[in-house]
């Protein structure tokens, strides 16, 4: 997301000046729809859209829905968040599967958007979801591009369909048609078609997409196009519309430090859907692409679904449940705070799954200085220790943690600091597994948690401090005593027994009243 990384900084701060009103007028109104008309130009966004965009948020901005909103400036990030979700597509569209399989997907766009790459990473997606993909290397212009569909194949765990050596040799057309009919007689129900990029719109290369798409009659042409391209992306998508038409856009380089804007132009204008997006170079980076969570995400308001999403694949329900069971037991250990985080590792990016926390844009500086690395060396400490060291820490004497540390390249300091988090971390744990409230460090005490044990601290082992003398004379200590056990003080005057928040009482140290002050307060209370 960092594409939108700019507009959403604006967006934020145009927001953040109207929080201090209490009644937006007409003028502050203006201003507003103004400072967003800049931000969407200066990301790209094609001016027909931003006019029509800004015309419909200041309508609805003057309209009754805000003037009798209890907090008007939520109610103009909801309508911003409202049109934004418009231009960008409305609701989801999924992928259309044939009838009778194969489903026949092409690919096209410029040279230089992400194919290549994206076909592999739609493949890989695709076998995850049940399907039997098949690559075609239809791309025969450029260098090497056949050997590169078979590495990304090969990553995928796909079988790539390449009976033409490429590089300006073999016709795609052919190719492309072999290939569907190849697809049918060994029952693979998807056909993915990766043709040739365009280095600008090229009238030659454009009819040959247009004969493969006649030649296969495909369910469905993705347009793919890179988030960084700027304001041609509304002249490119429209001449592929015009040469080829498409039926769907995939969004590629999300993870750019571009501006990016422009590709939130091309669903408006085209009035295709996005259907994917490509978040980062990996196979694993690519998701369907949700108007209303991208929405949320440009106004920093997060996309927690999609959060849940990642963590429901990454994590197995089944381990889950036995962590739980442990923790309730006290029984967590260092193994099973490594499994925990080769699972957490598992689900993708640290740092883009903190970034779909709502408010993540705030945390920019805290996000960036983040080092994912950090886990792999604490799994490096980890599995440098003995199974007997990783399920009792209290083993690890100075000579064990020197091992370790040689053993990881790692420091002992590391090793200190390692084993000091996850006691720290395994007793606030307990104490949420327990029902209690934990005390995190470098926070004060919760009101009402009463710190790690859920009420207050007695001594090391729950037992009361004692409450006589403390004296290093063994008669003086005697005499001290004898006299708090009179309820004399040594000063000679009266104190309160042990227990006892008022001064009253005098049972014995235990706070409890006598016979005689019950029957004085009964005759008091006149009963």
């Keep these: 997301m960092a594409t939108f990384g700019n507009l959403s900084d604006r967006l934020a701060e145009t927001f953040k000046n109207l929080r201090t009103k209490g009644k937006l007028s007409a003028a502050d109104v203006d201003?507003?729809?103004?400072?967003?008309?800049?931000?969407?130009?200066?990301?790209?966004?094609?001016?027909?859209?931003?006019?029509?965009?800004?015309?419909?948020?200041?309508?609805?901005?003057?309209?009754?829905?805000?003037?009798?909103?209890?907090?008007?400036?939520?109610?103009?990030?909801?309508?911003?968040?409202?049109?934004?979700?418009?231009?960008?597509?409305?609701?989801?569209?999924?992928?259309?599967?044939?009838?009778?399989?194969?489903?026949?997907?092409?690919?096209?766009?410029?040279?230089?958007?992400?194919?290549t790459t994206l076909a592999g990473k739609l493949a890989k997606w695709l076998v995850k979801d049940g399907h039997t993909p098949m690559l075609v290397a239809a791309d025969l212009q450029r260098p090497n591009a056949v050997n590169q569909l078979q590495v990304v194949g090969g990553q995928a765990g796909v079988p790539v369909f390449a009976p033409e050596p490429g590089n300006g040799v073999g016709d795609p057309v052919r190719v492309a048609k072999d290939a569907v009919a190849t697809a049918q007689r060994q029952q693979h129900d998807v056909v993915i078609i990766d043709t040739a990029g365009r280095l600008g719109v090229d009238a030659e290369l454009m009819k040959q997409a247009a004969n493969i798409r006649k030649a296969t009659n495909p369910d469905e042409v993705l347009f793919v196009i890179d988030a960084m391209i700027g304001q041609d992306a509304v002249t490119t998508a429209k001449a592929f519309q015009e040469g080829v038409d498409f039926t769907g856009v995939v969004l590629s380089k999300l993870d750019g430090d571009a501006r990016g804007g422009a590709a939130l132009s091309v669903a408006s204008v085209t009035g295709r859907p996005i259907i994917f997006a490509s978040t980062g170079e990996g196979l694993d980076d690519f998701e369907p692409f949700h108007p209303d969570r991208m929405a949320s995400r440009i106004l920093d308001l997060g996309d927690i679904l999609t959060l849940i999403e990642q963590a429901q694949q990454a994590f197995d329900e089944e381990e889950a449940l036995k962590v739980a069971e442990k923790l309730a037991s006290e029984q967590f250990t260092l193994e099973d705070f490594l499994a925990q985080m080769q699972q957490l590792r598992g689900a993708g990016s640290i740092k883009k799954m903190l970034g779909m926390l709502p408010g993540a844009g705030g945390m920019k500086q805290q996000l960036e200085n983040f080092d994912e690395r950090e886990i792999v060396r604490t799994e490096a400490i980890i599995q440098s220790m003995t199974p007997a060291e990783r399920r009792n820490p209290k083993l690890l004497n100075g000579s064990r943690r020197l091992r370790i540390a040689k053993g990881s390249g790692m420091t002992v300091t590391d090793v200190n600091q390692l084993v000091s988090r996850f006691e720290q971390a395994a007793k606030m744990m307990k104490t949420v597994a327990r029902g209690g409230v934990p005390q995190i460090p470098g926070m004060g005490p919760v009101p009402g948690g009463g710190g790690y044990g859920g009420g207050k601290r007695q001594g090391a082992k729950g037992k009361k401090k004692p409450s006589g003398s403390r004296s290093g004379n063994p008669a003086k200590r005697a005499a001290e005593n004898a006299a708090i056990a009179a309820g004399v003080t040594p000063a000679g005057q009266s104190a309160a027994p042990a227990g006892s928040g008022f001064g009253l009482g005098g049972g014995g140290g235990k706070g409890a009243p006598s016979e005689e002050e019950l029957a004085a307060l009964q005759k008091f209370l006149g009963r």
Aim: proline residues 4%.
């Design 31 to 115: 201003g507003t729809v103004r400072e967003i008309r800049r931000a969407l130009l200066d990301a790209d966004v094609s001016l027909d859209v931003v006019k029509q965009f800004t015309s419909h948020v200041r309508e609805r901005a003057l309209g009754d829905e805000v003037n009798k909103a209890l907090n008007p400036a939520q109610q103009v990030v909801q309508i911003v968040n409202d049109e934004l979700i418009g231009i960008l597509g409305g609701e989801q569209r999924r992928l259309q599967f044939a009838k009778n399989p194969p489903t026949v997907i092409m690919l096209a766009g410029l040279q230089g958007a992400g194919k």
